[in-house]
């Protein structure tokens, strides 16, 4: 069973940064994927990074691109999100997320989730 926790999240004025974390606990393999989601309310949850568990691909949404950095330190088995140059509306709920599709973008495709991190950007 495959656990994951968030962290980092806050309130941070626009052009900003935050660091999320994402830690991993339970039993993985070098095949698991992982990735950050997000939901802003009434809206549906998207795609925001993605990587690989050796760290050595990574994939973005364009609305983070050049903004964003997804890493994974294996030795910790945590992820992180990089935030930098904030918007209002990257405001969000950020989740974490794993599974077993390489790069996927599609939140079915993903099988384990955390419970979820508030990330909120004033203007």
């Known amino acids: 069973q495959v656990q994951l926790v968030e962290s980092g999240g806050g309130l941070v004025q626009a052009g900003g940064s935050l660091r999320l974390s994402c830690a991993v606990s339970?039993?993985?393999?070098?095949?698991?994927?992982m990735g950050w989601f997000r939901q802003a309310p009434g809206k549906n949850r998207d795609f925001v990074a993605g990587?690989?568990?050796?760290?050595?691909?990574?994939t973005y949404a364009d609305s983070v691109k050049g903004r964003f950095t997804i890493s994974m330190d294996n030795a910790k088995s945590t992820m992180y999100l990089q935030m930098n140059s904030l918007k209002p509306e990257d405001t969000a709920v950020y989740y974490c997320?794993?599974?077993?599709?390489?790069?996927?973008?599609?939140?079915?495709?993903?099988?384990?989730w955390g419970r979820g991190t508030q990330v909120t950007v004033s203007s």
């Open positions: 339970g039993r993985t393999s070098s095949s698991y994927t």
């Open positions: 997320a794993g599974g077993f599709v390489q790069g996927s973008r599609w939140r079915a495709e993903y099988v384990n």
């Open positions: 990587i690989n568990w050796s760290g050595d691909t990574t």
